[in-house]
């Protein structure tokens, strides 16, 4: 669970988060938005990249502003980035590895821990093949992969099967659905791929402009005409 308590970021004289109370009670939530409305602004507030104007944020009753970046990690937050963040060079395994490492875990679990994250994403390619020969889909799981190594507590995804086709997009969807239960760590997926997020999210939030325009259940959520207004809408019309 995360709660999050009067969240304001500020960026010169962007505002791209405005007083924000949001609590995300499920083991697996999903927020939603049009372009530009704050969800990777919000992200980078709860893994620590971006220090908030004013704000409180709970995870699991920890104050997560309290803890620097790096503490952050150690306690077990994880994130993919929009952008690939592998480096195409190395092995499918030191990309693995070298976040295992960031992230507190013990150097004598690390083999352990790194084939059991690959094992749990469905990798099948080589460990040691660089990350640069792999497909486009499998680049996204050595994200994933990344983003679950040692013992993730709380998994924010952004955006973690983009430009994807869907078959591949099913796949990652299917690895997204199982981390609450297997790994027993939350997830927080950000998507613009309605089908992905009500395959992977009970409970989904919606930001416009900064600000939370509704929170509940996906399904329900994703019926509100607010919500089709400020966003599916545009889907639905093209
Ligand atoms: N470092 C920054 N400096 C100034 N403005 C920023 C910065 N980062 C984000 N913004 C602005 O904050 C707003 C929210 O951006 P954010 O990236 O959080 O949106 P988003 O919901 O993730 O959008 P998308 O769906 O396109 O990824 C935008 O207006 C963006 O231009
Ligand atoms: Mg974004």
New binding site residues.
């Given amino acids: 669970m995360i709660e999050i308590e009067g969240l304001t970021?500020r960026?010169?004289g962007?505002?791209?988060?405005r007083t924000m109370d949001l609590t995300l009670p499920a083991t697996a939530c999903g927020v939603i938005?049009?372009?530009?409305?704050?969800?990777?602004?919000?992200?980078?507030v709860l893994s620590g990249f971006?220090t908030p104007a004013a704000g409180h944020v709970r995870a699991f009753g920890d104050d997560l502003l309290a803890l620097s970046g790096h503490r952050r990690a150690r306690w077990g937050l994880r994130r993919t980035f929009?952008t690939e963040q592998a480096i195409e060079k190395l092995s499918v395994y030191d990309n693995v590895a070298m976040v295992h490492e960031h992230t507190g875990g013990r150097r004598r679990d690390r083999r352990r821990d790194v084939f059991a994250a690959l094992e749990f994403v469905g990798l099948s390619v080589s460990p040691s093949a660089p990350v640069g020969a792999l497909g486009a889909g499998e680049r996204r799981l050595v994200e994933l992969a990344r983003s679950v190594v040692g013992r993730p507590r709380v998994v924010l995804l952004?955006?973690p099967a983009a430009g994807l086709p869907d078959e591949e997009t099913g796949r990652i969807g299917a690895v997204i659905r199982r981390i609450p239960a297997d790994l027993d760590a939350m997830t927080v997926l950000?998507d613009?791929d309605m089908n992905l997020v009500s395959a992977c999210c009970e409970v989904t939030a919606v930001?416009d402009f900064?600000r939370l325009i509704a929170v509940g259940p996906t399904q329900e959520v994703l019926r509100d005409e607010h919500v089709v207004r400020a966003y599916l809408g545009t889907e639905e019309a093209a």
Avoid at 14 to 17: A, E, G, M, Q, R
């Fill in positions: 970021v960026f010169g962007v505002t791209p988060i938005g049009p372009n530009g409305a704050g969800k990777t602004t919000l992200f980078n971006v929009q952004d955006e950000v613009h930001l900064g």
